[in-house]
């Protein structure tokens, strides 16, 4: 048996008056994700334990079989692990973000004005950070380069007690309310005041402002955590796999549960990511013996956050007509019994612009199992009419092994 997880980062919705008063998910064209639905398993699962904030986080960790209430130290520990960073115990890693913000105001009064500084390339955020970290950056305070907008700070020897906010959740609101809290929060706060003086006069920013393009012009940290021991997937299921995503979190994730990790060419985690290209990694993985794929693609969340009505409803389409069709179609040629989980890690309303932690729906199709025959859609309320809920969100995954049910 073949398993392949696919998970569209951010796809539940609030029904939007533009829509008619649907969700994205139930007004996008998505024969393929409803097909899935109507034949096999729909339900609701609940990702986002109680306690725990509804992130990306804590729900892809559930999705991927375990438990946050037990695991989850912080985000920035397993987006360390994707970038070769390894924690001490004494370290706390933290989220730098590059972002943008409103230029004229005192740093506590400006404005968040794209957290993701307008999707900047990885190669101008990499002259950015190195900057920072030459001005900033000591025995104690450890910079690294990720993706885009996506940093890594690490404080050796750091305390515990934060009080960060992710900048995403923020988009268009002034930032005095949000800076960092805690008994050691100034020096955090410092490092970010400083880098918008570093950063406003860099020449990659005033290449970008010549462009019309927003700047990079301060870091904004956020994200902090310890290293995680958690067991890996082959000992918790007996089956050796891979995970194929384009965000350092969710790689994260994988390494610490002993995945392979899978690198597309052309996969940015956005509306322009390389669909085709993820789903023949997909295949060819199962094809040289792997038995296990967790497949994520986070556009439909970056258009969200951007309140991309459109552009999120574009993303649900190309996930539906590049991913579940093509995945679907070469499973169904291959000659394996397979099984398909789709699902959305969490909610991410276009309505608010950040996560929401209210079950989402999931679907599970078997090769090897009798065809439901129903007019069921795979969408939110579709969802929540069939009565069937799993609580504990981690528990989807074995639900979705015990391929003998």
């Given at each position: 048996m073949k398993f392949i997880v696919i998970v569209g980062d951010g796809m539940a919705d609030y029904p939007i008056e533009k829509f008619g008063y649907k969700t994205a998910l139930q007004f996008a064209n998505t024969p393929h994700f409803d097909r899935l639905a109507a034949e096999g398993e729909l339900g609701l699962v609940q990702t986002i334990p109680d306690g725990l904030p509804p992130g990306s986080d804590t729900a892809n960790l559930s999705v991927m079989g375990y438990d946050p209430l037990k695991y989850y130290t912080g985000r920035s520990p397993f987006e360390a692990a994707s970038l070769g960073v390894d924690l001490e115990?004494?370290?706390?890693?933290?989220r730098c973000n590059l972002v943008t913000l409103s230029p004229d105001e005192p740093y506590r009064e400006k404005t968040m004005i794209d957290y993701c500084s307008g999707e900047i390339s990885t190669e101008e955020a990499a002259e950015l950070i190195t900057a920072v970290k030459n001005k900033l950056g000591s025995k104690i305070f450890d910079f690294h380069t990720g993706f885009r907008y996506r940093h890594l700070l690490v404080w050796h020897g750091a305390p515990d007690d934060w009080r960060l906010t992710p900048p995403h959740d923020i988009s268009g609101q002034k930032i005095g309310n949000y800076l960092p809290a805690g008994n050691a929060a100034s020096k955090l706060l410092e490092m970010m005041e400083l880098s918008y003086t570093i950063l406003i006069e860099h020449p990659v920013n005033l290449r970008r402002i010549e462009k019309g393009l927003n700047p990079a012009n301060s870091i904004w940290i956020w994200g902090n955590g310890r290293k995680p021991l958690i067991p890996?997937?082959?000992?918790?299921?007996?089956?050796?796999g891979?995970?194929?995503s384009a965000v350092d979190l969710i790689k994260g994730i994988g390494l610490f549960a002993?995945?392979?990790?899978?690198?597309?060419?052309?996969?940015?985690?956005?509306?322009?990511t390389?669909?085709?290209?993820?789903?023949?990694?997909?295949?060819?993985?199962?094809?040289?013996?792997?038995?296990?794929?967790?497949?994520?693609?986070?556009?439909?969340?970056?258009?969200?956050?951007?309140?991309?009505?459109?552009?999120k409803i574009r993303a649900i389409e190309l996930i539906d007509s590049q991913v579940v069709k093509v995945i679907w179609e070469k499973l169904a040629q291959s000659g394996f019994a397979y099984s398909i989980l789709l699902v959305t890690d969490h909610a991410t309303p276009l309505s608010l612009g950040t996560h929401t932690r209210e079950p989402v729906p999931y679907a599970i199709y078997r090769s090897n199992a009798?065809?439901?025959?129903s007019t069921r859609s795979?969408?939110?309320a579709s969802a929540a009419e069939t009565g069937l809920l799993i609580k504990e969100g981690y528990r989807l995954m074995d639900h979705f092994m015990d391929w003998t049910n």
């Open positions: 115990p004494d370290d706390v890693s933290f890996h997937f082959s000992d918790k299921y007996n089956l050796q891979s995970v194929i002993g995945l392979n990790l899978i690198e597309v060419e052309g996969a940015t985690g956005d509306i322009d390389n669909y085709s290209g993820k789903v023949e990694a997909a295949f060819d993985a199962l094809q040289s013996g792997q038995d296990f794929i967790y497949l994520h693609i986070e556009a439909p969340d970056e258009c969200s956050h951007r309140f991309e009505m459109d552009n009798q065809k439901n025959s795979f969408d939110e």
